[in-house]
């Protein structure tokens, strides 16, 4: 029986919380995050919340000049962010998670994109990010 | 000869072939979307010798409606009374960049059900102007103005919810090149290379096109600039990077376009057009970015779909693959998993110019999206109008010189939902 639930608004309170839940299905094991009612292996909708902690293994680095644009609807989506700082896009996955994901990761620049690339993979901490709407997102930021 | 794949056959009989422009070519001067969607219906129920009336539903593609055409919502009514529709049935599919290729693969299922015997897929799309909600359609604003345009990471690769805002198409489709490097071994100096040849062949294909949107070779461009050797000037800084992998060239270019292809039950086929062209199958997923090499797992999934309906079918019997190519790495990784060239060795293909429209390896004659343009929902109607007039031998300085009877057109849009088809000559 699907058991209606909320599921976005538990996952965006815990974000303001500083905690990232994702779902774990109670039939195979597999994480799904952003969490969803359905696991995306076994097709269950057993699934529990589990808590990933703050920290994700970075995979790939995806270093975009976004100040270059192709055309203009390759301008990055980052006008939703409060901060301005600039990021780029990493493939990362966490300790409990089951599946690689995109996100954002801060701290990578010009300069040190050559010597983080060969540090992969590396552990970096959740960054919690602000967006304009009231919410905030989850992205990655360097270990200094 | 393929097994034609539908309970009722199908069979293509009309296409139109508006040239891709931007309203700020004086060729557009004055016009609007609405007239160019009449000339593009127009243009495909004369080239198969039907009128208004014969046309039993339309199906109609377009992604940015809302946006674009005044906040109207599905203006199917209009649209209808513009080609002479009205009172028809009409279906609208919004699926970014796919829609096109979905149109047309909902037309064909509409006849292939027995329920219709001719219908009319079609597309529009405006992606550089827009109506504002208070003044007429003619009266065209530049994009950038429209306050809340999409935004790549929300409104089309984030669906479900508020995911993650930080993903671009270079991005992701580069994937594609970290890919390639990994698995074949070649290192980032050729695929550069192997990038910028392809973004020369598919000019090279353009500039014989005179319905593609970017006409002038690179080589011409780079003499301008001051270079003899073409390859130096792409490689220059007068081609910058995007990503680590996607130049400037290698990224899609935007047009205006309406484009309109009839369908109809093959046994009639013949009564409205000499060449009519057998649709085999179609095939499509839709994924989502959120996991890694999406693209390429899109591709595999697509072709694993289309050709497993095909007894021994063999890839290298297709004389013509027509692909998306909104970035680069799209073109060689889809080439190499439909077998069209062989997987780890297509990237040769591209740096000894074998896949342009004159060669032995023909892709995207028309110059692709790269050089040809790119318009959202209706790309792949306009796609597949390429395929058609290149298997009816009509497509004009950039006809493939060579009989073309089997092709692939495959598509993609907006990140998330890839589409083949298999056409065939079999009259
Ligand atoms: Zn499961």
Redesign the interface.
Known sequence: MYKLRPI?KPYYDNLEKGKIMGMKCQDCGDVVW?P?PTCQKCGSTNLDWIDLGTEAVID?I?????S??????????????VSKEP?C?C?GHFPAGT??????LYGVTEENKDELTSQLPFKADAEFIQ?D?G?K???FRVRK | MLKQKFARPVSIIGTSSLPQRSFDDPEYKDLSIYELWAAACNQAMQDAGIKPKDVDKLVYSQMANFVTMGNVMSPVGSLEEWAGLAGKPVTHIEQACAGGYLAFNEAVNSVASGKYDIVMCAGLET?KHFNARNQPAYMLQP??KYDGW?????ALFDT?????????????T??QG?YYIKHYGIDEKTLDDTYNAMAINLRYNASHNPRALERTPYSEIAKKAGYDDVMAYMRSDNN?????Y?R?S?????NVEAGAIIVCSADIAKKYQDHPITVIDHASVSNT????FCFHQMNVDVRDALYGGQDNFNPDDLDLMITTVM?SGEQLDSAEVFGYLPEGKGYKYELEGRTRFDADRPINPHGGDLSFGHGFGCAGINMLSEAIMQMRGTAGGSQVPKPVNDVLVRGMGGGHTTVGILLENQD
């Open positions: 976005l952003p969803l790939e995806r270093f975009e000049d976004s270059v644009g192709g055309d203009y609807t390759f301008r990055k989506a980052d006008e939703f962010f990021y896009v493939v599946h690689q994901f995109h996100a954002a967006l709407g919410f997102s989850v992205g | 992606p994009i950038q999409w935004s790549p990471g929300r479900a919810y508020n995911r993650f805002d930080g993903v671009s198409d270079n991005l992701l580069e994937e970290k910058p990077k995007i990503t680590q996607i400037k290698g990224s899609v270019l935007h970015q959120r996991y890694p970035t």
